[in-house]
């Protein structure tokens, strides 16, 4: 079946390989973005874009009076842990308060399915690992916050206004299709930094803190390819047909420290990479892993590329694909204008 879907944040990371991934399904997609992250390249080219702001409401209300919506689909916000213990107060703005002006738009225009990109950073440190989606939520940065308290919205819509909704908790997003990469501005996620390093377009790669309980200091995190994340994200819109309420980590089961993904960097790139000991980041958990049982054995999802060493081979493939990420794309079409 063809389902309308709206994308917000479709112009990013996530949501633009989502964005693809439902066009290849057959769906019908557009993308509402205000591209202070996003690249308006990065939004395959069926999708229909519309750039805005989800603080906009009258231009959100505008857009969902208008357009028949099956599903939403939302992945715009504020994605920066360590910049939410400097800030929190633009997280829980854009994060948390601009989700409500989403939900009371879908509220008011009867679209009742939605598909939250939701963070590992709501369970702070953990208990124990892997960690299961009924564990303890309790977020150690404002980002992770942020997020949570768009769930218990969310859980709250559901009990009163009978929305359903999808709440996947992505731990380490990474990797690239070949069309779409990591390219944030500034740059800010171990991978893509590391890989900077390798390709000579920065001195090294600081490692932020050496003094965590893991077995040589360094943070462990469980990284999934982005092509497995979309395909989840498929799985939950079309679950969402039949169930009313998912909730699921998503991830790889295995976690790698700061110093094995720059371990793995090197193998793939074959290109030295120079490290530099830095302090501890603020707000960053020491181990965070995922079990993603419940989504494998409830949706039967099964990731395509679970190995560190495809998810960063991945990435380094389209970063000497496009040195300059998005950018470049975009300057040949100013010219041409
Ligand atoms: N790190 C470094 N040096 C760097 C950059 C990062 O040592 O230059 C470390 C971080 O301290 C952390 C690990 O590498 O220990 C991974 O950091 P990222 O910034 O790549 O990712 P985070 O784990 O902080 O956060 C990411 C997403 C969040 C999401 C979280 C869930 O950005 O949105 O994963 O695990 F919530």
Known sequence: MQLNILVTGGAGYIGSVVTAELLKAGHRVTVFDNLSHGHENAVPEQARLVVGDLAQREKLNELLAASRFDAVMHFAAFIEAGESMVAPERFFRNNTANTLNLLQAMLEHGVKKLVFSSTAALYGDPKRVPIEEDDALDPTNAYGESKLLVERMLSW?????????????????????????????????LIPLVLQAAAGDRESISIFGNDYPTDDGTCVRDYIHIFDLAAAHILALEALQERDRLIYNLGNGNGYSVREVIEVARTVTQRPIKVVEAARRAGDPAVLVASSEKIKRELGWIPRYPRLKEIIGSAWHWKQKNPQGYAAAKNLQASND
């Not at 009163?160 to 070949?178: D, E, M, Q, W």
Request: avoid cysteine; charge should be positive.
């Open 157 to 189: 819509f559901h009990r009163i206004h009978v929305l359903r909704y999808a709440s996947l908790r992505y731990f380490n997003a990474a990797g690239a299709t070949l069309e779409r990469g990591e390219a944030h501005h500034p740059e800010t996620h």
